[in-house]
């Protein structure tokens, strides 16, 4: 059992990466195995600067094919394991990831998206929001919480464990470098205080005493013969996701409930909306904000409820509508209009936002 | 609400993200609302190397801001590089003994410093930085020099103790650069 460092509401000024080290302990992971990329060097560097007073473990791997694999063999084990990346490094970690997908392994991963394609800059993005709901060869059975800021990193650090652990999808903490990288305050706090108790972790292989007298054998399968076998797991699966989705999907709205102009953006996009929203209220532009806190599975009901309200979609992201895409095909048979504004591998600012609405208002999307 | 917005760039090395971490630690010691984003490449040294500060009386949004209030531009790459975070409210302040050029842009006004001479012939190079924290410190006026000295004293304290001297030179360099820009702001 590792050693918690949070008893009591503690608040620091902290980066993003160390946050996400703190939030880890507070969940009670005992375990990180991982390979050093930019920007999310110091959740690693974290992890092993409180080792001494955790008592968890930490191993650094030849690669992150490897990260991945053995983060899955420390699960297997009956460890609250978890890993971390970022671009090149989540591309090349997909072959692990969907083998946890494919045997419902509590798969925790932050990702730390950097500009891409391939090496590109090592700032920030929002370029692989696709890439982790939908990498690797499968069907995409994941959970994504996508965070905007500090606070968020450390509250959804704690709950990817246990939605991981308690629905057996590999769960993501999507971030990037502006947050990993950036300071600002934030509370830590026992997650028992908050009424969240962890889920417990129980190992799917080593069990006690001899195979075939006193337990069962235990198969985990990647593997199938025949093709009706295959589609009859994933069947399954997906009503596993399906029946889960409902219960996991969060999402934010601010000043949604009238917004003519509704912009849909997620991570820290959607902070920059929000000092837009008040910016352009301010000018009469009603303008407002629906934010997926998980990007997969998507809170559908809720999204479409609030894009039937709006006479217009802003759809914006550090990224070439890699949102968008997966949202647009959620809102099928709606027909409120919708614009743009993408800056590749680039942060959007609230100015940004403020400058592409009021044009909105001037001369209105037609698509 | 009140929100300062302060780009600090300059080549890797010169000391900007340090004076930055400084910087943003004293507003969060002084109960403000802060935001530091570092915006390099992956050089260790020679890069153009930019932080992105807030100092803020409420919580921030957006964390990645269109224009600063203050830019600082501490060698000829940045100068070509932050054109873009100035407006015509903005106050540019470059440094003369560094740049071989002078910032174009339409501005509130553009200050010259010669902070890397000054820091060369009467201090020592390795408090360039320093200066250049005085000279922000006092163009912005969001905080005061004694936050500035506490938040020194969190990152720098062990290295005072061991060289007391190490302590008044850096003490020193930031009055320095607070004198340099005082009369110059303006209203």
Request: proline content about 4%.
């Amino acid at each position: 059992m590792v050693k918690k460092l949070i008893e009591k509401d503690t608040k620091m000024f902290l980066t993003g990466n160390e946050v996400l080290a703190y939030a880890a302990n507070a969940a009670e992971a005992d375990f990180m195995y991982g390979y050093p990329i930019t920007p999310q060097n110091e959740i690693m560097h974290t992890w092993c600067k409180l080792l001494p007073k955790t008592e968890a473990g930490f191993l650094q791997t030849e690669d992150e094919i490897s990260a991945g694999f053995s983060t899955i063999g420390g699960i297997l084990a009956g460890k609250r394991a978890f890993t971390a990346t970022a671009g090149p490094g989540n591309v090349i970690m997909q072959d692990a990831q969907s083998m946890a997908e494919m045997m419902r392994i509590p798969f925790v991963c932050a990702v730390m998206q950097r500009g891409g394609p391939s090496t590109a800059t090592v700032i920030y993005a929002q370029q692989e929001t696709r890439l982790t709901c939908f990498g690797g060869n499968g069907e995409g059975f994941r959970i994504v919480y996508s965070t905007a800021g500090h606070q968020d990193l450390y509250d959804y650090m704690i709950k990817a464990f246990n939605t991981a652990w308690t629905y057996k999808f590999p769960t993501y903490v999507l971030a990037d470098g502006y947050q990993g990288k950036m300071r600002e305050p934030v509370m830590l706090y026992d997650p028992k205080s908050r009424g969240i108790e962890m889920v417990p972790v129980t190992p799917y292989l080593l069990g006690e005493g001899e195979i075939g007298k006193d337990r069962k054998s235990v198969h985990l399968r990647n593997t199938y013969n025949m093709e009706e076998e295959l589609m009859e797991v994933l069947d399954q699966y997906q009503e596993d996701y399906n029946k889960m989705a409902e219960e996991v999907a969060e999402y934010q709205e601010y000043k949604a409930e009238d917004a003519e102009i509704l912009v849909i953006a997620h991570g820290i996009v959607a902070r920059s909306a929000v000092t837009a929203i008040d910016e352009l209220r301010a000018k009469g532009i009603k303008a407002g904000l629906f934010r997926p806190i998980t990007i997969r599975p998507l809170a559908v009901k809720p999204l479409r409820a609030a894009v039937q309200r709006a006479k217009q979609i802003l759809f914006t992201e550090s990224a070439n509508g890699q949102l968008a895409q997966m949202v647009l095909e959620k809102l099928y048979g709606l027909t409120t209009p919708y614009s743009t504004l993408y800056k590749m591998g680039v942060g959007v600012t609230g100015d940004d936002i403020v400058q592409k609405v009021e044009q909105m208002v001037k001369t209105p999307a037609t698509v | 609400m009140a929100r300062t917005k302060m780009v600090l760039a300059g080549e890797g090395g010169q000391g900007v993200q340090s004076v930055a971490k400084i910087l943003v630690e004293a507003g969060y010691e002084a109960g403000k609302q802060v935001l530091y984003i570092p915006n390099f490449g992956v050089e260790q040294r020679g890069g153009v190397s930019i932080a992105f500060c807030q100092i803020a009386d409420e919580k921030i949004g957006e964390p990645r801001f269109a224009k600063g209030d203050i830019v600082i531009m501490l060698s000829d790459r940045a100068i070509d590089r932050c054109d873009t975070y100035v407006d015509e409210n903005a106050i540019v302040v470059y440094d003369t003994s560094v740049c071989t050029k002078k910032p174009e842009c339409k501005c509130k006004k553009i200050i010259g410093i010669d902070a890397n001479r000054i820091a060369n012939e009467q201090l020592s190079a390795r408090v360039f930085n320093i200066i250049i924290l005085g000279v922000l410190i006092a163009a912005t006026n969001v905080l005061e020099v004694s936050d500035i000295k506490n938040a020194m004293e969190l990152a720098l304290g062990k290295k005072f103790d061991a060289k007391p001297e190490l302590r008044e030179l850096n003490y020193k360099a930031l009055e320095m650069g607070m004198n340099m820009i005082k009369d110059k702001v303006g209203a």
